[in-house]
């Protein structure tokens, strides 16, 4: 996994000028919850780790107004560290991907970018994008996309390669690439049929139409579809509630659903048994127990 970091980190920055980074000194305030500010190499991504009860839950904020969230150089550099740290934080339990912009999560491709560019530049973004996008799939914690509004092309990529993904009942999801001649070029061909089939995944992206968050939910692509201005609030609640539980268990859990997934039964109950016998060796599941005899609520040190 390691390793898989590092060549991923270097291939993506291959597309990336060099900038000086942005440090933001001020506390982000959502609601009543109080956040420690991490730093971030990019203007248009903020990282937040909250605290006290909330500790263990790291929150991403994409935050680039003017252009609704597009992926541009910039905003890709600030979600690859963002991403990267998190992968480093031994107290990290599970990731919010966030927008602070009102009624978009993310539109894409920055194609007034993408318009300046060589076919050489542009084979070099869509790569950094993908291998992005891997990064974030392999990330060993639970991943939740809050998504309110628009989540187009490389937005929906991206929410594609989270865990789980929260919408807004105002939220429109699509891939709409065929439109310009391309294809979904950052896991959408490949994840998008993973979720809802193949039949489904080929009429969305021969199309490119939008589709709403309860379509969206019938068809097996979002978990959950709440009121207008809720899914923050409803994927709070996940994250608290992965947050309390064994973060051994959890990494494990995720380890033998993905890797299961790919391989036969025989091989996947194979890697099953090996991700149990992660979590027999620790102080949380003797925790877990002797919480359970003692009828109070278990505190997970995840060792």
């Known amino acids: 996994m390691a390793i898989f970091h590092i060549i991923s980190k270097r291939f993506c920055n291959q597309a990336l000028n060099d900038s000086k980074p942005y440090l933001f000194p001020s506390q982000f305030q959502l609601q009543s919850i109080r956040t420690l500010l991490l730093h971030s190499d990019s203007k248009s991504v903020k990282l937040h780790r909250h605290s006290d009860a909330d500790a263990g839950i790291i929150q991403i904020n994409m935050d680039r107004p003017e252009a609704k969230n597009a992926l541009g150089k910039d905003m890709l550099r600030g979600l690859l560290n963002s991403f990267e740290a998190v992968s480093t934080d031994p107290a990290a339990n599970v990731l919010m991907i966030c927008s602070s912009v009102s009624r978009v999560f993310c539109a894409g491709a920055d194609l007034k970018e993408r318009l300046t560019m060589n076919v050489s530049e542009v084979r070099a973004t869509v790569n950094s994008l993908r291998s992005t996008f891997s990064f974030l799939e392999a990330l060993q914690i639970p991943t939740i996309a809050v998504i309110e509004g628009a989540a187009l092309g490389g937005g929906l990529e991206m929410a594609l390669s989270c865990d789980l993904r929260i919408c807004g009942e105002d939220a429109k999801l699509a891939l709409p690439e065929t439109g310009l001649a391309v294809i979904p070029g950052a896991g959408g061909t490949q994840r998008l049929p993973r979720l809802v089939g193949k039949s489904i995944a080929k009429e969305l992206i021969f199309t490119g139409r939008k589709i709403s968050a309860r379509d969206a ?10 009121p207008v201005g809720e899914a923050y609030s409803k994927a709070l609640e996940v994250a608290r ?9 959890i990494r494990m859990a995720k380890r033998a659903i993905n890797e299961g997934l790919e ?33 109070r609520k278990p505190v997970y040190t995840g060792n």
């Open 217 to 226: 939910l019938s068809i097996g692509l979002i978990n959950y579809c709440t």
């Open 241 to 249: 509630d992965i947050n309390q539980k064994g973060p051994v268990a």
């Open 263 to 295: 391989v036969n039964m025989d091989s996947a109950l194979g890697v099953e048994e090996d991700c149990y016998e992660q979590t027999l060796h620790t102080n949380d599941r003797l925790e877990g127990l002797a919480a359970f005899a003692e009828k």
